[in-house]
């Protein structure tokens, strides 16, 4: 059974009414929903203003794979509760990082670059993702590609270092393109998936529901978790 935490920010479904309209619950319940679908995944859910983000040891001593929504208050995550995300990470759990989470404090210090820097614009332009890992397990059921018929617009350079797999890269219509689906492993396996703008109906697209459940399953751990020593606190 893979042990799955699904983490959001949740304050633009609260402050922004066209938010809210798609997503009444948060963005996280609608990715719990369809992940619990799943009978080899339990699913729970943490967001920003519970109790240490809702990432507690409890919580995070039993999470497989964590999500992560994050967008405009990337600084209020402490860092205290970054350091422990990192470190199980680095001691094998899966990491997912959801469109504006390239900006996410974990994700940057698990790659150890300026992932926040990259082109964007927001015209609700489509976008298609192809497929540049064909036979690769986080895009199994899909085509040469799909579209995302609405979602803001991302493009290089993305400050990322080289992924370890590309996965998907995106086209747009004003010319951009953008490497939106990228592996990593810093000891457990980390993705970065791209689309999912707050504005429009993504995480309810079948495609998208398709990748990030296969990407549940592919960074899912393949070994116990063993919490290391955390040399840097001595
Ligand atoms: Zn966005």
Redesign the pocket.
Known sequence: MIRVTVWNEFRHEQEMPEVKAIYPNGIHAAIAEFLSKNEDMTVRTATLDEPEHGLTDEVLNNTDVLLWWG?AHHNEVSDEVVRKVCQRVNDGMGFIAL??AHASKPFSRLLGTRTDMLRWREDGDMQRLWITSPGHPIVKGLGDYFEVPHD?TYGEQFFIPQPDNLVFISWHPGGEVFRSGCCFVRGGRIFYFQPG??TFPIYYQPEIQTVITNAVRWAAPTYPIVQTKDYSTG
Do not use: D, R, T
Request: proline share 0%.
């Open positions: 967008h469109h504006s803001e703008h707050e």
